[in-house]
T-cell receptor
């Protein structure tokens, strides 16, 4: 079992719709969770972090965490063509210091006109 | 406030050669991590440096080595290059106490 799993996609949503991206992780003691956006040929860019169960909202983005189900998701409201990118889920373990981030393979999102 | 800078941006090397990639962390950050990202894959952790020491290492052979300098900048060295080493190499900086990583723009290494 992979440590961090994501559906590779592509996930295609029409402009203005809600895009829902999902991620599961295997290490039950994981503490910190991150979503990165990566445009083709570019480096990952941090868009959301979440540490506690529940929802965290930032503009059009909402991250949701359920530690009991070992599940983290990212919702993008009012999707725009500029949101078309690969979204990487990353997880950090029990060590609260800067231990490594483990990444999933990413979900490619396509926002269609 | 300067972000993470990496050099060079692109590099072409021949099999068997050695390469050195460089990274300057974001101002105020003290920890540097290196990742390898193959096409269509997520970043794979190579190793992390803090206080000039390797703190953690991923599943990479000893051909991959690194260094961190007193000013927190870092180098990644790869010896005896293989075709499979062709990838985007990402440097990320952070604070040792936690938080997210800030990535540099990466070095695209092509081994021919």
């Amino acid at each position: 079992q992979k440590e961090v799993e994501q559906n590779s996609g592509p996930l295609s949503v029409p402009e203005g719709a809600i895009a829902s991206l999902n991620c599961t992780y295997s290490d039950r003691v994981s503490q910190s969770f991150f979503w990165y956006r990566q445009y083709s040929g570019k480096s990952p860019e941090l868009i959301m972090s979440i540490y506690s169960n529940g929802d965290k909202e930032d503009g059009r983005f909402t991250a949701q965490l359920n530690k009991a189900s070992q599940y983290v998701s990212l919702l993008i409201r009012d999707s725009q063509p500029s949101d078309s990118a690969t979204y990487l889920c990353a997880v950090r373990g029990l060590d609260g210091t800067a231990s490594k981030l483990t990444f999933g393979t990413g979900t490619r999102l396509q926002v269609t006109l | 406030d300067a972000g993470v800078t990496q050099s060079p941006t692109h590099l072409i090397k021949t099999r068997g050669q050695q390469v050195t990639l460089r990274c300057s962390p974001k101002s105020g950050h003290d920890t540097v991590s290196w990742y390898q990202q193959a096409l269509g894959q997520g970043p794979q952790f190579i190793f992390q440096y803090y206080e000039e020491e390797e703190r953690q290492r991923g599943n990479f052979p000893d051909r991959f080595s690194g260094h961190q300098f007193p000013n927190y900048s870092s180098e990644l060295n790869v010896n005896a290059l293989l075709l499979g080493d062709s990838a985007l190499y990402l440097c990320a900086s952070s604070l040792v106490r936690g938080g997210g990583y800030t990535f540099g723009s990466g070095t695209r290494l092509t081994v021919v």
